[in-house]
């Protein structure tokens, strides 16, 4: 069973842990499996944050898929997706919070070290897995609540019934 945690999770990591990131150059976004963003650190509109949460899990699925055509690939590979020129990117890795994925993916420009800011990126996804891990507060997956607890069949036929008139 997959666990979720909460986003206010994340929001307590980052508003706790200090970055030496230049966030007018990076974007920095943790998202689900399925490309929900639950937290970002951007200038960026929400839509267009949405919009990076599909790609960039997309991207992910996409480049998993690839690795499979690797010969001999081992299980062991811990892998990152890197697509950069020199000064611009995007960077994406998988951070492990207790049998679930989450990714930590970040957008940058104008970024004199890519080498050195992809470092800083991994360091971030190892604190981040060490602090959910230890402080998540997980959603509750198992409560049920139902718009309507009790219904008959009756009431069920008359809901979607068509009228005859």
Known sequence: MAIEIAPSTFTRFFNKTKFDL???????????????VVHSISDMPRSDISSIGALLGGVWQAAEAL?????????????RLGFDSTSDGVYVLPIHIFDTVYYLGTIY?????????????????????????????????????????????????????????
């Open 22 to 36: 230049d966030f007018s150059r990076i974007s920095l976004f943790v998202l689900r499996k399925d490309g929900v």
């Open 109 to 165: 420009h104008g970024t004199h070290s890519p080498g050195h800011l992809k470092s800083k990126v991994r360091s971030i996804g190892f604190k981040l897995e060490s602090f959910l891990e230890s402080n998540a507060e997980v959603k509750n997956e198992t409560s049920k609540q139902f718009l309507f607890d009790e219904i008959s069949n009756d009431e069920m036929d008359q809901l979607f019934a068509f009228s005859e008139n």
């Open 67 to 79: 690795s499979d055509f690797i010969p001999n690939k081992s299980e062991d590979l811990e892998f």
